[in-house]
T-cell receptor, first 114, second 112 residues
Framework: DVKVTQSSRYLVKRTGEKVFLECVQD?????MFWYRQDPGLGLRLIYF???????EKGDIPEGYSVSREKKERFSLILESASTNQTSMYLC?????????????FGPGTRLTVL | DAKTTQPPSMDCAEGRAANLPCNHS???????VYWYRQIHSQGPQYIIH???NNETNEMASLIITEDRKSSTLILPHATLRDTAVYYC?????????????FGKGTRLSVIA
């Protein structure tokens, strides 16, 4: 079974703090994604990576950065957290190089920025 | 990607088959039908996908009509743990790095 794990289920941070969200997958997938999910807005793609040290911006990259130093690990960084970054953050991975359609998701991190 | 239409909610008795419909009348020839579900407070979970033939795996069966304009996801023996929001997504081979669009889905409640 593919396993995608995220470092925290719940996280509370203060405005201006630097926040690290970690994602690890154990199936040797090349492609990894970070989404945020908000009520009424569905899933929105923040960044994705198709290889180690490679990254591509998604639809809403502003305020975020990512790091992929190892194939199994994809980190999302909030350089200076703001209240509008309060959200559910979901990491996903896939080995499907052509379409990225069959994605395996982690359990999510619910981040609250005060 | 083609638009999909699903009923907002459905109930199913535990142990019975749950049949979740999806309309995708504008589907094009190179687009697949994917089903995901999201259990409360968890990440989405891939279930199954198909092009034009019926498909079955350990989780569910997918029945696609001959004209491909609609499909039905079947959970043969629903359990309480199948209570979730089910999403029907249509995507083509050229979807590339575009995000998965989940829409509103169908909220399935399995009742004891």
């Amino acid at each position: 079974d593919v396993k995608v794990t995220q470092s925290s289920r719940y996280l509370v941070k203060r405005t201006g703090e630097k926040v690290f969200l970690e994602c690890v997958q154990d199936m040797d997938h090349e492609n990894m994604f970070w989404y945020r999910q908000d009520p009424g807005l569905g899933l929105r793609l923040i960044y994705f990576s198709y290889d180690v040290k490679m990254k591509e911006k998604g639809d809403i990259p502003e305020g975020y950065s990512v790091s992929r130093e190892k194939k199994e690990r994809f980190s999302l960084i909030l350089e200076s957290a703001s209240t509008n970054q309060t959200s559910m953050y979901l990491c996903a991975s896939t080995s499907d190089r052509r379409t990225y359609n069959e994605q395996f998701f982690g359990p999510g991190t619910r981040l609250t920025v005060l | 990607d083609a638009k999909t239409t699903q009923p907002p909610s459905m109930d199913c008795a535990e142990g019975r088959a749950a049949n979740l419909p999806c309309n995708h009348s504008t589907i094009s020839g190179n687009e697949y039908v994917y089903w995901y579900r999201q259990i409360h407070s968890q990440g989405p979970q891939y279930i199954i996908h198909g092009l034009k033939n019926n498909e079955t795996n350990e989780m569910a069966s997918l029945i696609i009509t001959e004209d491909r304009k609609s499909s039905t996801l079947i959970l043969p023996h629903a359990t309480l743990r199948d209570t979730a929001v089910y999403y029907c997504i249509v995507r083509g081979w050229n979807s590339g790095n575009t995000p998965l669009v989940f829409g509103k889905g169908t909220r399935l409640s399995v009742i004891a």
